[in-house]
């Protein structure tokens, strides 16, 4: 394994070119390493960072959050997509109406997802279509993601 020992050296001055040479070669490795949302916030991150004189480490922490959160709400829309759940929606939209026989607590109940804490199996049983339970089941995963 190659590696190259950290560089001592001062950060240069803003505005001089041995500044923007270094900001390009950050930009090349975060697109290298594929830190895409990084790059694009570099920037702005840089600026706040002078801005109100953060510390490397603050900054640095503020531009790999960024790529954390975009990473993570990538990967929620991939499992949402291998789901195939039908139209996104949530228990405070489901009709009760159209499923009178449903308890309306235990659904409720349902939506806490205090099953997941507890490892809980849910089980939801009745005749297709009459007593929605794929839509219930769909307006929970909703809540969950």
Excluded at 120 to 145: A, E, F, Q, R, W
């Amino acid at each position: 394994m190659n590696s190259t020992p950290a560089t001592t050296d001062p950060i240069p001055p803003p505005n001089t070119n041995e500044a923007a040479s270094l900001y390009q070669r950050l930009r090349g490795h975060l697109a290298v390493l594929k830190l895409h949302d990084a790059a694009e916030a570099l920037p702005s991150v840089l600026d706040r960072a002078q801005k109100d004189n953060l510390s490397m480490t603050a900054a640095l922490e503020q531009l790999l959050a960024i790529e954390v959160d975009a990473t993570e709400a990538r990967r929620l829309a991939g499992r949402l997509r291998f789901a195939c759940l039908p139209t996104p929606a949530s228990l405070e939209d489901f009709d009760f109406d159209a499923a009178p026989n449903l308890d309306r607590r235990l659904i409720a109940e349902l939506g806490t997802c205090r099953f997941l804490e507890t490892a809980t199996n849910v089980l939801l049983i009745g005749p297709p279509v009459i007593d929605g339970c794929s839509s219930t089941l769909s307006n929970v995963s909703d809540d969950v993601c």
